[in-house]
């Protein structure tokens, strides 16, 4: 990246709205501020001004922020242009500052210097776009606690402390005849085990802000005409599906997420699963399947007034072995059942009716239960799929590290590397590759 460039982008959502912004960042702003506003600007301080094309003439009206280097969010001196929000007032704006020398942000730059300027580790920057991303008041909270360090310092105590064990280690084998004893006065095996605590602690708090984060796909799939349809709409609380009495009217799949206590739930409608010669329904079926393939849990709908048939069973038997699967026996009303979790031969059954909504907080439980839901929200992280990847190499090393006992060579580079896979996570040890690739997700005017 040239780091020694100005950048200039729109840093508002696009469309119509009352306030617009544009934001330049680099180094020597004054130029460009001269030749934009003509007037000086104090740093932090909010000025309303007029916004001054080539020729001199008003493009906009409205307020300029200036903010020198290295109190900037960037890190470089950055100018905030707040002016209306017409896209076309915008363009001509951001057309302004590239004529001026800027050339135009890529996706994630601002955020990306800030990174680069240590204004930010990477787990932070991580969660700018995790904040705007986020869909429900949790999360929310989660990304807030991300962005303001409290993420990156527990790793960064965990980092601390591998620091302190290695280097009692490391100072061993430079006096190999006190190994053992100055090992043992130092607490090396407590050390270690307090450190592995900790650490599945934090992997405990990752995985559950990565599925506030992430969210649950969930597949209902059945044979047709057990209440798919029904069961979706009334999870969604509005006529989103088609219900009728007939086999197969659900041919492509509909997608609808909803928030189960707090946590964003993606709940996909499929055909209905059975031997077919209709080309088109085995497009259909085919479809359902693949949809299963990548669901993080799936909803056997059966129909209660039947009960369980072979052609459930061979549903059962074809889905994934890794996938987690709840039945539900549906149409309750016309059986006269009470609803009902149960456990049978260690599968989650939950006893309800779509069509009035009988025993729907049982199976919003059942769902938060089987993906591993446990918490509040507080205390978790907004952690990623790399994130969870490092924390669980971490571990790994220090597993091994446990099973090596006195091999000090080898046990000083297993700490080493859990120690390298935890500043993965901050970016202390960081490719450049998987930079591009972070903060390319980013939208452009961040």
Excluded at 72 to 100: K, N
Excluded at 221 to 232: E, H, R, W
Excluded at 335 to 361: H, M, N, Q, Y
Excluded at 416 to 435: F, N
Aim: with cysteine; aromatic share 4%; glycine share 10%.
């Amino acid at each position: 990246m040239r780091t020694s460039d100005t950048i200039a982008a729109i840093a508002t959502a696009p469309g119509r709205s009352g306030i617009g912004v544009v934001r330049i960042s680099g180094p020597r702003l004054t130029d460009l501020i001269a030749q934009l506003v003509r007037r000086r600007l104090a740093p932090r301080r909010a000025v309303l001004t007029d916004f001054l094309g080539t020729d001199g003439e008003v493009i906009d009206q409205g307020i300029a922020l200036y903010f020198p280097a290295p109190h900037s969010y960037t890190g470089e001196e950055v100018l905030e242009l707040q002016g209306h929000g017409g896209p076309v007032v915008l363009q001509l704006l951001l057309r302004r500052c590239l004529e001026l020398g800027a050339r135009l942000a890529e996706p994630g730059e601002f955020t990306k210097r800030a990174y680069l300027n240590d204004k930010l580790d990477l787990a932070q920057a991580e969660s700018v776009v995790d904040l705007i991303d986020a869909t429900t008041a949790q999360a929310v909270r989660c990304a807030l606690r991300s962005l303001q360090g409290e993420f990156s310092e527990r790793i960064g105590e965990l980092a601390r402390a591998l620091i302190e064990l290695r280097t009692l280690v490391e100072a061993t084998l430079d006096f190999p005849e006190e190994d053992v004893e100055f090992l043992r006065r130092a607490d090396a095996d407590g050390r270690l085990a307090a450190v592995r605590t900790r650490l599945a602690q934090v992997q405990q708090a990752a995985q559950q802000g990565s599925l506030l984060r992430e969210g649950m796909h969930v597949v209902l799939a059945g044979q047709p005409n057990v209440g798919k349809s029904s069961l979706l709409n009334r999870m969604v609380g509005e006529e989103l599906a088609i219900v009728t009495d007939i086999p197969g009217t659900t041919r492509d799949a509909i997608r609808e997420s909803v928030v189960v206590n707090g946590v964003p739930a993606h709940i996909i409608d499929t055909a209905g699963l059975r031997a077919s010669s209709d080309p088109v329904e085995k497009l259909s079926i085919a479809r359902t399947w693949a949809a299963i393939e990548r669901a993080d849990l799936v909803l056997l709908v059966v129909d209660a007034t039947v009960g369980e048939t072979q052609g459930d069973r061979d549903i059962l038997a074809r889905l994934p072995g890794r996938l987690p699967c709840i039945r539900v026996m549906n149409k309750i009303d016309l059986v006269g059942r009470a609803p009902a979790v149960e456990r049978v031969d260690g599968a989650t059954v939950v006893w309800l009716s779509a069509k009035t909504g009988a025993g729907i907080e049982r199976l919003r439980q059942a769902l938060l239960d089987t993906v591993g839901w446990h918490g509040s929200g507080e205390g978790l992280f907004m952690a990623r799929e790399r994130h969870l990847q490092a924390l669980g190499a971490a571990q790994a090393h220090l597993e091994q590290a446990t099973q090596l006992g006195r091999q000090l060579e080898l046990f000083a580079e297993e700490l080493r590397l859990a120690q390298e896979a935890l500043g993965a996570i901050t970016g202390e040890y960081t490719a450049d590759d998987l930079l591009g690739e972070i903060f390319s997700r980013f939208c452009i005017g961040k």
